[in-house]
């Protein structure tokens, strides 16, 4: 069975398409700069989505492999490759499932892909089976919160929110299955986003860099 069967969801991905470019305007377009800077060599991204990271990408990355398992999603992605000089190649395939060999990548980027992934451990030693040794994965992601009633809140909506949004958890501790997969962290800071947010269950998140 291809990602692509195992993966769809069109509602959803067209929402997620407008929310996206929506908080671009909101301050998201600095958080990517952020997460991407200074990346070089050959990099791979899971949950690509529509492309929209592409454009934040420094020249400094000599090739860009895009994973994106769903199918509108990646032929948006495709299209975003094709208005950038980069070296962009999309292409259907799941975390936990990488067709690349060990230690091919320099650096993986993951942003906003560990919470709907089916398991967490899983794709995480899929990564760092991919990365060479040292190599960097760049994540942002949104988490668990720290405050009971915000955590409370979170267990509650975790319980219709996957059907929702194409299989997201709002309540995970991604940094948590991070250092349990064998990455060691070397920067990651929290914050609220949007800023001010209260009721909104995926505001927690987490940008920052662990090595392989």
Known sequence: MSANEQVRHPHFARFLEWKAARDEERGQAELRDELLRGLSGRVLEVGAGTGINFPHYPASVHELVAVEPESYLRSRA???AGRLPLDIRTLDGLAGELPFDDGSFDAAVVTFVLCSVPDQDR????LRRVLRPG???R???HVRGSEPARVRWQDAWDRVWPRL???CHPNRDTLAAIERSGFRVVRCRGFHF???ALAYPVAPRILGVARA
Do not use: C, H, Q, V
């Not at 794709?123 to 899929?126: I, S, T, V």
């Open 78 to 80: 495709e299209e975003a």
């Open 123 to 126: 794709a995480l030693r899929d």
């Open 135 to 137: 190599g960097a994965l």
């Open 139 to 141: 994540f942002y992601e």
């Open 165 to 167: 949004m194409g299989g």
């Open 194 to 196: 949007p800023r001010g």
